[in-house]
């Protein structure tokens, strides 16, 4: 999710119908550690974006300081 930013929706997506598709909710801690996982996920998700976008707005600023 970090590297690769145009595979961030697919790996996201496959995820979430890899869980509805194939885990039981019979399995209750291979149910639990999944969706850990993907809260992990979103949460890195999460945080790339909002890094992305303050070093985009430091360099807006850093350019009209220049201008």
């Given at each position: 999710?970090?590297?690769?930013?145009?595979w961030?929706?697919?790996?996201?997506?496959?995820?979430t119908?890899?869980?509805?598709?194939?885990?039981?909710?019979?399995?209750?801690t291979?149910?639990?550690s999944?969706l850990?996982?993907?809260?992990?996920?979103l949460?890195?998700?999460?945080?790339?974006i909002?890094?992305?976008g303050?070093v985009?707005?430091?360099?807006?600023?850093i350019?009209?300081?220049?201008?």
């Open positions: 999710l970090v590297d690769f930013s145009d961030r929706e697919d790996v996201l997506f496959g995820f119908n890899f869980l509805l598709r194939e885990v039981n909710d019979m399995h209750h291979l149910l639990d999944s850990k996982l993907l809260l992990q996920l949460t890195q998700w999460k945080l790339v909002q890094t992305q303050k985009y707005e430091q360099g807006n600023k350019r009209n300081s220049e201008v």
